[in-house]
């Protein structure tokens, strides 16, 4: 995979609202309604997620593909990441 298509999916993730935690940050990027009292919040923490994940970049400067080392078969191509979000 390439950074890009990383970066692609994850955002994918996001818009479906696939995120699991127990904080309230999590909830908010989760949720399929929020409160219109917390909408503001929402909408700062999907920004800041969508943020982080343009940030992301390689930790070998110059590495194009990513998960080579996977051993991934003709019938199956899922491939499962954990990401972690965190305030900074």
């Given at each position: 995979?390439?950074?890009?298509?990383?970066?692609?999916?994850?955002?994918?993730e996001l818009?479906?609202?696939?995120?699991?935690?127990?904080?309230?940050?999590?909830?908010?990027?989760?949720?399929?309604?929020?409160?219109?009292?917390?909408?503001?919040?929402?909408?700062?923490?999907?920004?800041?997620?969508?943020?982080?994940?343009?940030?992301?970049?390689?930790?070998?400067?110059?590495?194009?593909?990513?998960?080579?080392?996977?051993?991934?078969?003709?019938?199956?191509?899922?491939?499962?990441?954990?990401?972690?979000?965190r305030e900074?």
């Amino acid at each position: 995979m390439t950074l890009a298509e990383i970066k692609d999916a994850i955002r994918h993730e996001l818009r479906h609202g696939y995120v699991m935690g127990s904080s309230d940050l999590a909830y908010l990027l989760g949720a399929d309604w929020v409160p219109p009292e917390k909408e503001k919040a929402a909408d700062k923490a999907i920004k800041a997620a969508y943020a982080a994940v343009n940030r992301i970049k390689p930790a070998r400067k110059g590495q194009r593909r990513f998960f080579l080392d996977l051993p991934i078969d003709d019938t199956e191509s899922t491939l499962y990441a954990y990401f972690v979000f965190r305030e900074m």
